[in-house]
């Protein structure tokens, strides 16, 4: 009586690890391949990555803009990030000269110059909103003659 218990538990504790070694391969199986799917898929992400940044053409562009100091850098850099396809932005308050990087499918060098005049500055092509010039503080009021566009 106590052997066959002994034998029948030994049988079932066989099958179990049967079992576990199926189950163990199964997911070892699954494993590998959704290793090599998921490489695979990070693969073609990474190309089409590459691709499309090559697509997108960035236009670089830099234009005169007026403006006084810090302030002004951030509200300048501010409108010009603000226009949908402008990748960066970088006013040099020494030259009074902004460098821009587009996608031009997605806008152009006016929208931006308008963009930066709308906030109340002048650049080469638009003079800046009087309303928001008027609006700016005091310090931030530059000269409308002020030289821009320094080499
Ligand atoms: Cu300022």
Redesign the pocket.
């Known amino acids: 009586m106590n052997f066959s218990k002994k034998n029948h538990d030994h049988k079932n504790k066989n099958v179990i690890d049967v079992s576990k070694k199926v189950i163990l391969s199964v997911a070892v199986i699954a494993a590998l391949g959704l290793t090599s799917c998921k490489n695979e898929t990070k693969k073609e992400t990474e190309t089409t990555t590459t691709e499309m940044s090559k697509d997108m053409a960035m236009t670089d562009l830099s234009f005169g803009v007026r ?7 951030n ?1 300048i850099e501010k409108a010009a990030n603000g226009v949908e396809g402008v990748a960066s932005a970088n006013w040099d308050v020494d030259k009074k000269k902004i460098d821009v990087s587009f996608d031009d499918t997605k806008t152009d060098a006016m929208a931006i110059h308008k963009a930066i005049a709308a906030s109340g500055y002048d650049t080469e092509k638009v003079a800046g909103d009087e309303i928001a010039y008027k609006n ?2 005091d ?2 009021q ?1 000269d409308h003659e002020m030289m821009m566009n320094h080499k």
């Open positions: 403006g006084n100091c810090g302030m002004c850098k509200t700016l503080p310090c931030c530059y």
